[in-house]
């Protein structure tokens, strides 16, 4: 079904100040989407809205932490007052760590499940319960990983939260049909965004260096542009997941089919990380 043609319509986007944030608001302010963009970073925030202003397109800033009260609230008061209604929400926003499970806090733990989990599932269900009441179709979306099908050792909290997203997802797609929302999980593989550097910072080790880790095989890095044109299409065509990756994809199937072959990349990656920690 979805929401039709993208001209004209609106976008929420959380974490749009760089990586796939940044780069699906680009990809769909060329569809002629309007679009409202959060992040912590108001400076980033500005640079990515005036090279889309630059080019024609309408774009509202707001600076937020979609963990803090009333931040779900206040994005889509900002798109209702900007553009009047809004027919997309892109729950983007989050970050991961690299640390031993036992050797992480509670507040650790209890945080980024805050920003990964909680915050987007409060903005789509928010979203979701005003295009209700307005009588209005709608796409939800939020960022998942393809780490919510299998995890790797050290990054357990992380795939933690990308799971339950994929969860909340695939329940919300059918709770909602009847009123014409539409939800997808997003699940991109290795992408060149700021995501390790500051997953390096958050587990005590120098944020410094590529963007992505040096081990990753070169054919499973994409850039965060792919992951925007796999977003458009699903918009345009609305289906439950959006991978990027058809080999990753399968993988995961065949992971969950046979986990126990799956151990002895567990173990190797474990020792690598391990090693890496250590410094």
Excluded at 25 to 30: E, F
Excluded at 37 to 57: F, M, N, Q, T
Excluded at 123 to 148: K, N, P, W, Y
Aim: glycine letters at 8%; hydrophobic letters at 45%.
């Amino acid at each position: 079904m979805g929401i039709g043609p993208l001209r004209d319509k609106v976008a929420i986007i959380t974490g749009g100040s760089s990586g796939i944030g940044a780069a699906t608001a680009r990809a769909l302010a060329a569809e002629g989407m309007h679009l409202v963009l959060a992040a912590r970073r108001a400076d980033r925030l500005r640079s990515v809205a005036a090279g889309i202003e630059g080019r024609g397109g309408r774009v509202v800033t707001v600076e937020t932490d979609v963990a803090a009260p009333g931040s779900s609230v206040g994005l889509l008061d900002a798109a209702e007052r900007a553009f009047g209604r809004f027919d997309v929400v892109f729950a983007n926003a989050g970050y991961g760590f690299e640390k031993a499970h036992h050797e992480t806090t509670e507040e650790a733990l209890r945080h980024i499940f805050e920003v990964n989990f909680f915050a987007s599932t409060d903005l789509v269900t928010q979203a979701s319960r005003r295009l209700i009441e307005r009588g209005r179709a709608g796409h939800m979306l939020m960022c998942s990983s393809c780490l919510a099908k299998f995890t790797i050792p050290y990054f357990g909290a992380y795939a933690a939260t990308k799971a339950a997203q994929s969860m909340m997802c695939r329940a919300m797609r059918f709770e909602l049909e009847p009123h014409g929302i539409e939800v997808s999980s997003v699940h991109p593989v290795t992408t060149v965004t700021e995501f390790f550097e500051e997953a390096a910072r958050r587990s005590g080790r120098d944020a410094a260096g590529s963007k992505v880790p040096d081990h990753a095989p070169k054919f499973f890095v994409q850039p965060p542009e792919r992951v925007a044109r796999a977003i458009v299409a699903c918009l345009k065509r609305p289906r439950s997941e959006v991978w990027t990756s058809l080999s990753i994809r399968l993988a995961a199937g065949f992971i969950t089919a046979f986990p126990g072959l799956f151990d002895f990349a567990c173990r190797r990656e474990a020792a690598r990380s391990r090693k890496a920690l250590r410094g």
